[in-house]
């Protein structure tokens, strides 16, 4: 009896586990947008600079810009997740 309460707390514990690791694998929305919208062929030259773009406004600003610039047409929630993901990744500011 003791036996099989204990694997099964075994069982659940270790899915507990591959599902929390799977939702922290997942890739961030805005990624999928970046690589859909070939930042990169200007940006991987043109570095993100947290330099210039100095809060996280100002980087939305800069995300509208590039976007309408490019005719890339997103949307103002997807220009949202592209700053939160360059924001995640290269800027690191405080969200307002
Ligand atoms: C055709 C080239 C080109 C492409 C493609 C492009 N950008 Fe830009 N981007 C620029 C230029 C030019 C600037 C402004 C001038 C500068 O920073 O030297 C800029 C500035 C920026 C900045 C501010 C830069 C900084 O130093 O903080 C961000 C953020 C940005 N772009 C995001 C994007 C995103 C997101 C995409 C994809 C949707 C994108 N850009 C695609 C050319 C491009």
């Not at 694998?25 to 600079?49: I, Q, R, S, T, V």
Request: net charge negative; proline share 6%; charged share 25%.
């Amino acid at each position: 009896m003791k036996d099989t309460s204990n694997r099964f707390m075994f069982t659940f514990g270790s899915s507990l586990m591959l599902f929390t690791s799977t939702v922290f694998a997942e890739p961030h929305p805005g990624k999928a947008l970046h690589d859909k919208a070939d930042c990169m062929k200007c940006h991987a030259a043109k570095p993100y600079d947290p330099q210039k773009t100095t809060d996280y406004p100002k980087l939305v600003k800069a995300v509208e810009f590039c976007n309408n610039n490019l005719n890339t047409g997103f949307w103002e929630e997807e220009v949202e997740q592209l700053a939160d993901y360059l924001n995640q990744e290269y800027y690191h500011f405080e969200k307002p």
